[in-house]
Nanobody, 132 residues
Framework: QPQLVESGGGLVQPGGSLRLSCAAS????????VGWFRQGPGKEREGVSC????????NYADSVKGRFTISRDNAKNTVYLQMNSLKPEDTAVYYC?????????????????????????WGQGTQVTVSS
């Protein structure tokens, strides 16, 4: 049963930090680009960050650039999102998603605007709340 499971969410004060994890089971992430998405209260889902299967290429939404860092450890079959200097507007359910890549695409970045149906697997989400 292929599955992605997010963890690491919680309640944090503005300016604080959290590290989210996206762990894959039932399949390997070695040939998948992985993206993080979020959906805040009353808002549409938006792309946050994406990392290539090799880990060599990354991209970020302008709203999180300089504050968030995406990384991966293929040996642990896990992708991470380090979130620093958190703001109340970062409050959302955070999801990870994996998209399989073809030959020669190990460094390819998946655009944050990629339709959600082009991803092969989605996690259940983890809640991040930034509040004083």
């Amino acid at each position: 049963q292929p599955q992605l499971v997010e963890s690491g969410g919680g309640l944090v004060q503005p300016g604080g930090s959290l590290r989210l994890s996206c762990a894959a089971s039932g399949f390997t992430l070695d040939y998948y680009a992985v993206g993080w998405f979020r959906q805040g209260p009353g808002k549409e889902r938006e792309g946050v960050s994406c990392i290539s299967s090799s880990g060599a290429s990354t991209n970020y939404a302008d709203s999180v650039k300089g504050r968030f860092t995406i990384s991966r450890d293929n040996a642990k079959n896990t992708v991470y999102l380090q979130m620093n200097s958190l703001k109340p507007e970062d409050t959302a359910v955070y999801y990870c998603a994996a998209a399989v890549l073809g030959p020669g695409q190990e460094h390819a970045i998946v655009a944050l605007s990629t339709p959600i149906d082009e991803f092969d697997y989605w996690g259940q989400g983890t809640q991040v709340t930034v509040s004083s």
